[in-house]
């Protein structure tokens, strides 16, 4: 049972460039979501989906596109790489959006 | 806006002992309550979930607590042990984002057990 896959692990990127964060869970949730994690600030929401075709802004969405075609994806991308988004980029998924979180692996993301 | 902290920031303690985990919220509407634990470079793993309704919740050594009306819950852990070591973290689900995954975390107490 994989659970919440992310790709890639690491990615190092200079200013300016585009990359996609993959995210695929295989519990056939229909909730997923995109967080950042910042020494001292926790984890905030980018982006979340509600159900395949439904996406919406979370907390600190500036700078990241997402869409939802299936259930099982949900990749964010970053249109133009800024050294203010180097973190760590978690992935996550629930069944209901009321229940448990489930989280993926992390993708460490540094922008030059 | 619903804000969470988590007190102390780092913990350091011998194996053997039971530990208590705080964390506070701002808003008391909340719907439910969420531990989670984090290993260096890791991700985030679920250790339990509390609805607002509850007063506690047990899983092994785990037991949390949530007192809402206070704006606390906590987490004691029995007989700790070296593997207890990890970043815990409580993360709220408030009344309004109930029916998305709109969590507000807080920013972690690192539990370090000692031999």
């Known amino acids: 049972n994989a659970g919440v896959t992310q790709t890639p692990k690491f990615q190092v990127l200079k200013t300016g460039q585009s990359m996609t964060l993959q995210c695929a869970q295989d519990?056939?949730?229909?909730?997923m979501s995109w967080y950042r994690q910042d020494p001292g600030m926790g984890l905030r929401l980018i982006h979340y989906s509600v159900g395949a075709g439904i996406t919406d802004q979370g907390e600190v969405p500036n700078g990241y596109n997402v869409s939802r075609s299936t259930t099982e994806d949900f990749p964010l991308r970053l249109l133009s790489a800024a050294p203010s988004q180097t973190s760590v980029y978690f992935c996550?998924?629930?069944?209901?959006?009321?229940?448990?979180?489930?989280f993926g692996e992390g993708s460490r993301l540094t922008v030059l | 806006k619903q804000e969470v902290t988590q007190i102390p920031a780092a913990l350091s303690v011998p194996e053997g002992e039971n530990l208590v985990l705080n964390c506070s919220f701002t808003?008391?509407?909340?719907?439910?309550l969420q531990w989670f634990r984090q290993d260096p470079g890791k991700g985030l793993t679920s250790l339990l979930l509390i609805q607002s309704s509850q007063r506690e919740q047990t899983s092994g050594r785990l037991n949390a607590s949530l007192d809402k009306s206070s704006g606390r819950s906590t987490l004691y852990i029995a007989a700790s042990q070296p593997g207890d070591s990890a970043t815990y973290l409580c993360a709220v689900r408030s009344l309004l984002s109930y029916n998305t995954d709109k969590l507000i975390f807080g920013t972690g107490t690192r539990l370090q057990v000692f031999p």
């Open positions: 519990m056939n949730h229909e909730y």
């Open positions: 808003d008391s509407a909340i719907y439910n």
């Open positions: 996550a998924s629930s069944y209901s959006g009321a229940g448990e979180l489930f």
